[in-house]
C-alpha cells in the first residue's frame, strides 16, 4: 500500500523469478512432471478389466486396499481365516467411507454403493471368476506360498495373483505355483489411502498382460506406480534398510537416538530413522533384515537390528556425534544402495528411483531424490565422500562401479 500496486508486483516478479530458478524449485518441478509421467500406463492395451477383487487379510493394509479399490471395481472379497475378522476390517472400512461422506467428497448414495461392493468371507468358495487377488497377510514365506497355492486351486489362468509383500522375493512366492506368470507384487505403503506410491514388482515370469492389469488397477486407485525387478527388499525396502542399519551402528557406537533423529530431519526427512523402527516394530524389522542379511552381509554391512541394540537402549554412555557426519553417514547409506539398484536393473531409470524414495520413504523432496540430490552435489563430491566414509567405516560405503563410470565421463543422471 504504501509503494503502490505496480511496485508490489514487480517485487513478487523479482522475488518469484529468484525461487523459480533454484535448485529446490527445479526438484520439486522433476518430481512433478515424473509422476505425471507415471500416471499413464504405457503398456494399456494389454490390460485386463478387473471387476472382480480379493484381498486375502483383512488387517490394516487390507482395509487400506479395499479402500481405495471400492470405486474401481464392482466387487471385492475380503477374506480372512474368521469371518469376525473380514467383519471388522469392513467395519472400518465403512467408517472411512462415512468420513468421506461428511466431509463432502463423497454424497451418501456412493457410499452406500461402494459398501455394498464389499463382501466378507472366510474361505475361498467364492473366488471363482476373480480378476485380480491381492494378499496381505503376515509376512511369512510359507504362509505366503499356502495361500498362493489355495488361491490358484480356486482360480483359473484369468487370476492375477499380487503379494503385498514388501521384502520377500516375488520368485521365492512363486516358487512350485502352477502359474508363476500371473504371479506378481505390489507393495503398497503404509496408511495406504494416504501414501501416493505403489511399488509393482515383477519376476522373470511375470507376463506383460499382468504387468499392464497391475499398473491399471494402481493408477486408477490414485497411486503413482513404479516398475522394479524382483529381488530381496526390491528397490524401497532394499535402500531403507542400510539407512536404517547405520542409524543401529551410530546407535551401537553411543550416539544418542534423539541426537540421530534431529540430525535427519535436519537434513529433510519428515521423521528420524530411530523413531522410523519403533513405528514399523524393531521385531518386523529384524524378520524384514534376514531376507536381506546374506545380500549385505557380503558388502559389509550387519543385518537390522544387532541384537545388542536392546541393551544399548537401555542406558549405554552416550557419545556427542556431529550432525554433519550423522547425516553424511546415514543418508551415504541410502543414497549407495540405490546407486547399486540402477546399476543392478532393479530401476529402469533415475527418475523411478527418485520418485521412489521420495514418495515411498520421505527421502526430502525439495532434494528431488538420490539422482537428482547427485545430480546437484556433483558426483565427484558424492563419490569422495563414500570414499572417505570408506576408509573410516568400511567397505559398505564403497562407491559403485556406476558412480565412478559418470564421474569418469563428466556426466550427469539427469541431462537437461
Same mark, same amino acid.
Given at each position: 500500500?504504501?509503494?503502490?500496486?505496480?511496485?508490489?508486483?514487480?517485487?513478487?516478479?523479482?522475488?518469484?523469478?529468484?525461487?523459480?530458478?533454484? !535448485?529446490?524449485?527445479?526438484?520439486?518441478?522433476?518430481?512433478? =512432471?515424473?509422476?505425471?509421467?507415471?500416471?499413464? #500406463?504405457?503398456?494399456?492395451?494389454?490390460?485386463?478389466?478387473?471387476?472382480?477383487?480379493?484381498?486375502?487379510?483383512?488387517?490394516?493394509?487390507?482395509?487400506?486396499?479395499?479402500?481405495?479399490?471400492?470405486?474401481?471395481?464392482?466387487?471385492?472379497?475380503?477374506?480372512?481365516?474368521?469371518?469376525?475378522?473380514?467383519?471388522?476390517?469392513?467395519?472400518?472400512?465403512?467408517?472411512?467411507?462415512?468420513?468421506? &461422506?461428511?466431509?463432502?467428497?463423497?454424497?451418501?448414495?456412493?457410499?452406500?454403493?461402494?459398501?455394498?461392493?464389499?463382501?466378507?468371507?472366510?474361505? /475361498?468358495?467364492?473366488?471363482?471368476?476373480?480378476?485380480?487377488?491381492?494378499?496381505?497377510? !503376515?509376512? +511369512?514365506? #510359507?504362509?505366503?506360498?499356502?495361500?498362493?497355492?489355495?488361491?490358484?486351486?480356486?482360480?483359473?489362468?484369468?487370476?492375477?495373483?499380487?503379494? %503385498?509383500?514388501?521384502?520377500?522375493?516375488?520368485? +521365492?512366492?512363486?516358487?512350485?505355483?502352477?502359474?508363476?506368470? #500371473?504371479?506378481?507384487?505390489?507393495?503398497?505403503?503404509?496408511?495406504?489411502?494416504?501414501?501416493?506410491?505403489?511399488?509393482?514388482?515383477?519376476?522373470?515370469?511375470?507376463?506383460?498382460?499382468?504387468?499392464?492389469?497391475?499398473? +491399471?488397477?494402481?493408477?486408477?486407485?490414485?497411486?503413482?506406480?513404479?516398475?522394479?525387478?524382483?529381488?530381496?527388499?526390491?528397490?524401497?525396502?532394499?535402500?531403507?534398510?542400510?539407512?536404517?542399519?547405520?542409524?543401529?551402528?551410530?546407535?551401537?557406537?553411543?550416539?544418542?537416538?534423539?541426537?540421530?533423529?534431529?540430525?535427519?530431519?535436519? !537434513?529433510? /526427512?519428515?521423521?528420524?530413522?530411530?523413531?522410523?523402527?519403533?513405528?514399523?516394530?524393531?521385531?518386523?524389522?529384524?524378520?524384514?533384515?534376514?531376507?536381506?542379511?546374506?545380500?549385505?552381509?557380503?558388502?559389509?554391512?550387519?543385518?537390522?537390528?544387532?541384537?545388542?541394540?536392546? &541393551?544399548?537402549?537401555?542406558?549405554?554412555?552416550?557419545?556427542?556425534?556431529?550432525?554433519?557426519?550423522?547425516?553424511?553417514?546415514?543418508?551415504?547409506?541410502?543414497?549407495?544402495?540405490?546407486?547399486?539398484?540402477?546399476?543392478?536393473?532393479?530401476?529402469?531409470?533415475?527418475?523411478?528411483?527418485?520418485?521412489?524414495?521420495?514418495?515411498?520413504?520421505?527421502?526430502?523432496? !525439495?532434494?528431488?531424490?538420490? =539422482?537428482?540430490?547427485? +545430480?546437484?552435489?556433483?558426483?565427484?563430491?558424492?563419490?569422495?565422500?563414500?570414499?572417505?566414509?570408506?576408509? %573410516? /567405516?568400511?567397505?559398505?560405503?564403497?562407491?559403485?562401479?556406476?558412480?565412478?563410470?559418470?564421474?569418469?565421463?563428466?556426466?550427469?543422471?539427469?541431462?537437461?
Amino acid at each position: 500500500q504504501k509503494y503502490g500496486k505496480t511496485a508490489g508486483l514487480k517485487k513478487e516478479i523479482d522475488l518469484f523469478g529468484a525461487l523459480v530458478t533454484t !535448485f529446490q524449485s527445479k526438484a520439486l518441478m522433476s518430481l512433478f =512432471f515424473g509422476m505425471t509421467d507415471l500416471k499413464k #500406463n504405457p503398456q494399456k492395451s494389454l490390460a485386463r478389466k478387473v471387476g472382480k477383487m480379493a484381498i486375502i487379510g483383512t488387517g490394516l493394509m487390507g482395509q487400506g486396499i479395499a479402500s481405495v479399490s471400492t470405486a474401481i471395481c464392482d466387487t471385492i472379497l475380503m477374506k480372512d481365516v474368521k469371518l469376525d475378522d473380514a467383519a471388522r476390517g469392513m467395519k472400518e472400512i465403512w467408517k472411512g467411507l462415512e468420513k468421506k &461422506a461428511k466431509s463432502g467428497a463423497i454424497v451418501e448414495f456412493d457410499r452406500d454403493v461402494q459398501y455394498g461392493k464389499l463382501i466378507a468371507c472366510d474361505d /475361498y468358495s467364492l473366488f471363482k471368476n476373480t480378476d485380480l487377488v491381492i494378499e496381505a497377510v !503376515f509376512e +511369512d514365506l #510359507n504362509v505366503k506360498q499356502r495361500v498362493l497355492a489355495d488361491v490358484e486351486a480356486a482360480t483359473d489362468e484369468r487370476t492375477i495373483f499380487a503379494s %503385498n509383500t514388501s521384502a520377500i522375493p516375488i520368485h +521365492d512366492i512363486a516358487a512350485g505355483c502352477k502359474r508363476p506368470e #500371473n504371479v506378481i507384487g505390489m507393495h503398497y505403503f503404509s496408511p495406504v489411502p494416504k501414501m501416493p506410491l505403489l511399488e509393482i514388482i515383477t519376476t522373470d515370469k511375470t507376463a506383460p498382460w499382468v504387468t499392464a492389469t497391475a499398473l +491399471d488397477i494402481g493408477i486408477a486407485q490414485g497411486k503413482t506406480c513404479i516398475v522394479v525387478k524382483d529381488g530381496p527388499g526390491f528397490y524401497t525396502t532394499r535402500i531403507l534398510a542400510p539407512l536404517l542399519n547405520e542409524a543401529v551402528l551410530l546407535v551401537e557406537e553411543g550416539a544418542d537416538s534423539v541426537a540421530i533423529d534431529k540430525a535427519m530431519r535436519q !537434513f529433510g /526427512y519428515p521423521v528420524g530413522p530411530i523413531t522410523l523402527i519403533d513405528e514399523v516394530g524393531i521385531d518386523v524389522g529384524a524378520h524384514v533384515a534376514m531376507g536381506l542379511g546374506k545380500m549385505f552381509a557380503a558388502r559389509g554391512m550387519q543385518k537390522l537390528p544387532n541384537e545388542e541394540v536392546y &541393551a544399548l537402549l537401555g542406558g549405554a554412555p552416550r557419545k556427542k556425534f556431529d550432525a554433519k557426519l550423522i547425516q553424511q553417514r546415514v543418508s551415504m547409506m541410502m543414497i549407495n544402495e540405490a546407486l547399486i539398484c540402477l546399476q543392478e536393473g532393479i530401476i529402469s531409470c533415475p527418475r523411478d528411483g527418485d520418485i521412489g524414495a521420495v514418495f515411498g520413504l520421505g527421502f526430502p523432496p !525439495f532434494e528431488g531424490g538420490p =539422482f537428482r540430490y547427485i +545430480d546437484h552435489v556433483g558426483a565427484s563430491s558424492i563419490k569422495a565422500t563414500l570414499e572417505s566414509l570408506e576408509k %573410516n /567405516y568400511g567397505n559398505r560405503f564403497a562407491p559403485p562401479q556406476i558412480l565412478k563410470d559418470i564421474v569418469q565421463g563428466g556426466k550427469k543422471f539427469y541431462e537437461e
